[in-house]
């Protein structure tokens, strides 16, 4: 179905598909987020400066995340800190 306003077809718009994060691993000090979508973000830890405290911390202590309800995030409850997903796409999406 289309519509028409002043004479002018309108499609229909795509369902938005929100990509959420699935699941977090590391391999070494890589970050891999997992997308909802089959994405996977990869993440140097050694090249972001903001990534340190996730960097430092012990292998039981990165393995200890969850993802936020919303799934637009991960958080490490011991470690008090998290990342989001949005602004890593943004981040990507300009390289």
């Known amino acids: 179905m289309s519509y028409s306003t ?52 012990t292998p039981v202590q990165r393995n200890d995340w969850e993802i936020v309800p919303s799934g637009g995030g991960a958080w490490w409850s011991e470690l008090d800190d998290g990342i989001e997903l949005q602004p890593l796409l943004d981040m990507h999406s300009l390289t």
């Open 6 to 57: 002043y004479r002018t077809n309108i499609l229909p718009a795509e369902p938005v598909k929100l990509v959420r994060i699935a699941s977090v691993a590391f391999a070494g000090d890589m970050l891999l987020l997992h997308l909802s979508d089959g994405r996977t973000v990869q993440l140097d830890m050694h090249q972001y400066t903001w990534l340190r405290w996730l960097l430092q911390a």
